[in-house]
């Protein structure tokens, strides 16, 4: 459990003087993760603190070295470590010391740990500058800038901080046959696993309750 609040939180990013553009995301950000935190099993308090800070880095840079500037900055004013890791390690899917390393930055391992850590850092990178962007959409940039192994990172994590809605239906249906096309304008990933002559649809992610209703009919 992390001692800082929230107030204590926006108090850090006003005295290194965070701009305004660089808070309107840090809000977006906390609103989505709030929301997936609210879901799953996990320090709540500490994903808003995390959410709020995870760009505090970007008060002296806005290059990919942000988030270990951030950290920096959390460790001198004497924040809890499990805060400084949220932000250490929240770039992309979280970065393997060889990525980092290729990427101009220290070695070190800065792949997201905790439920807390991977709800922050997936949160962020389902919101563009403030507006929300799709899972899908996400996975296409990625898989276009991105270290193949993060975007495996990318989506395993999806299904780790989303609480799956599942819903049973025919194995031999022309919906079976067709799930990405009955999901395809919904935002969400699915899994799949048989139940005797039927199908268990996993659905994760923001339309997973409208998606699994519409599966239901």
């Known amino acids: 459990m992390t001692s800082l609040a929230k107030k204590d939180a926006l108090a850090l990013l006003k005295k290194y003087k965070v701009d305004d553009r660089v808070m309107e995301h840090l809000w977006a950000v906390h609103d989505y993760a709030m929301e997936i935190a609210a879901d799953v099993e996990c320090d709540r308090n500490l994903v808003e603190v995390g959410s709020l800070l995870h760009d505090i880095g970007r008060s002296r840079s806005h290059a990919i070295d942000h988030a270990v500037i951030g950290a920096e900055i959390l460790r001198k ?8 890791h949220i932000v250490e390690r929240h770039v992309g899917a979280g970065l393997t010391s060889e990525e980092a390393v290729q990427l101009g930055m220290p070695p070190g391992d800065y792949i997201p740990k905790t439920i807390e850590e991977k709800i922050v850092c997936h949160a962020d990178n389902l919101i563009g500058s403030t507006d929300r962007v799709s899972i899908q959409d996400t996975i296409k940039m990625a898989r276009q800038k ?25 194995g031999k249906s022309s919906v079976s046959d067709n799930l990405d096309k009955a999901l395809e304008k919904y935002d969400l ?22 998606a699994k209703k519409q599966l239901a009919k």
């Open 77 to 84: 004013e004497g924040v809890s470590e499990d805060v400084v």
């Open 146 to 170: 991105w270290f193949d192994g993060a975007v495996d990172r990318l989506i395993q994590m999806h299904f780790e901080v989303f609480k799956p809605e599942e819903v049973e239906i025919p």
């Open 189 to 210: 990933l699915y899994k799949t696993r048989p139940q005797g002559q039927n199908i268990i649809v996993s659905l994760y992610g923001r339309d997973a309750l409208k």
